[in-house]
């Protein structure tokens, strides 16, 4: 405590000097005569660096589109690099197989010449020994051919492997370029809304709405080969009625854009549907105070070796003026992906807990992959406060008197020292 206060009062006395040596530029700086503090560009300007944006926006997102088409084309059966791979997996089966035959065919060549009897005349053996030279020779040719479609087959499927690998990288690149554009286009969106003095924006442009609030539960796991359902509950907790609430949402596993899949349902549209480039709606309007809920399944394909995955959640509202906003918070949702448990293992088939017209959570239930859709809205009034403490730093209270003390002398010997230049440089004027 002593320490702190020694620190307190050594810069009360130092910090007048350095107030001293700096007052110069304190007391002659001054604006420019006739100019403005905050120079803004023209709104004409701010709009045509908006349509930009815009338009740069809108070509990475078709680069993107394009990159992940390539993509998800060299994961079907009849992409020309798949078929070119089974064929030659083909072949080489073939091949192998044709090698076992010769095998045995030498096999049995060796056994007929072993098996003549002592009285064999020498034209007899003559001819099981070249039976068995010509079964030696057809294998040797049967090996070096599977061998060589063997290759070819390795060649063939590290060629898709790569394919695929660099339609993922591509794919990549192109989502962190649509990144980068669409922050962009949300500046140059931003300074022409602050340009304008407008709150809102009609059209796709979205803002955040900080009554506008969601919350996503769930697993915190998946086991590869099942599915499991997340609950997204989207609260209306300002003044004004929403007409649709929803939103874009996609599931990915990490360091892939394949191998995960979402579907959506809602008390609205209660049949699990696939989500799409269109967003998904209520379809109902949200009055405030009240709550909507979607269900979120996601299922992981049994093959996948990922460790975790997440799910993509871009949500939206929309007013009845075309006016959109978004949650203040962002969600993005993670989970871990494990092995599939062996059988008799447990999860089985089961069902969610419900939710009554309060919007009360109901029960809680088991989960399966068979879990029905449900979803639907509340009445649940929302608080929209939040009360916390500090964090405790460790130091008391007269600690904290020290400090303030030092801070006050600091602010004042300076001060103090400023306003001394001033008076001089005005006396010398």
């Not at 492997?161 to 949300?186: F, K, T």
């Not at 989970?335 to 599939?340: G, L, M, S, T, W």
Request: glycine share 10%.
């Amino acid at each position: 405590m002593r320490r702190i206060a020694a620190t307190a009062v050594a810069a009360a006395v130092t910090a007048p000097a350095l107030f001293l040596s700096a007052a110069p530029a304190f007391a002659d700086a001054k604006p420019a005569a006739g100019a403005s503090q905050t120079a803004r560009k023209p709104i004409a300007e701010l709009k045509k660096e908006l349509a930009a944006a815009q338009a740069a926006y809108d070509k990475a997102e078709a680069v993107l589109e394009t990159a992940g088409d390539a993509a998800r084309a060299l994961d079907k059966a009849d992409h020309p690099l798949a078929v070119a791979a089974g064929a030659a997996k083909k072949a080489s089966d073939e091949a192998a197989a044709a090698k076992t035959a010769a095998d045995a065919a030498v096999t049995k060549a060796e056994q007929d010449l072993a098996a003549l009897p002592e009285d064999a005349t020498e034209e007899q053996k003559a001819e099981a020994q070249r039976l068995v030279d010509d079964a030696k020779a057809a294998a040797e040719t049967a090996q070096a051919t599977a061998t060589a479609k063997a290759a070819e087959a390795a060649t063939a499927q590290k060629t898709l492997v790569d394919a695929r690998a660099e339609a993922e990288r591509v794919y990549r690149l192109a989502e962190r370029d649509r990144d980068a554009a669409e922050a962009v286009r949300d500046e140059a969106r931003r300074e022409l809304k602050v340009a304008e003095g407008t709150t809102g924006e009609e059209g796709d442009g979205c803002h955040r709405d900080e009554h506008f609030l969601a919350s996503l539960t769930g697993p915190k796991e998946i086991a590869a080969g099942s599915s499991e359902v997340f609950t997204l509950r989207l609260t209306n907790g300002g003044s004004t009625s929403y007409r649709e609430v929803g939103g874009f949402f996609d599931a990915f596993l990490d360091h892939s854009m394949r191998g995960a899949s979402l579907q959506w349902s809602s008390s609205t549209s209660p049949s699990w549907k696939t989500t799409s480039k269109s967003p998904i709606r209520s379809g109902a309007r949200l009055a405030p105070g009240k709550s909507f809920e979607f269900k979120l399944k996601v299922s992981v394909v049994a093959t996948s070796t990922a460790t975790g995955g997440w799910i993509y959640a871009d949500i939206k509202r929309w007013n009845d003026d075309r006016s959109c906003a978004g949650p203040y918070d962002d969600l993005w949702p993670t989970f871990k992906v494990v092995k599939a448990a062996k059988p008799g293992s447990g999860n089985g088939n089961g069902t969610n807990g419900g939710h009554d017209d309060n919007g009360s959570t109901g029960g809680s239930g088991s989960h399966g992959n068979g879990s029905a859709p449900q979803g639907g809205s509340g009445t649940t009034p929302v608080d929209t406060t939040s009360s916390g403490n500090l964090a405790s730093t460790g130091a008391g209270s007269s600690t904290l008197s020290f400090a303030l003390a030092g801070g006050a002398a600091v602010v004042l010997g300076g001060g103090a020292m400023v306003m001394v230049r001033r008076r001089k440089a005005g006396a010398g004027a």
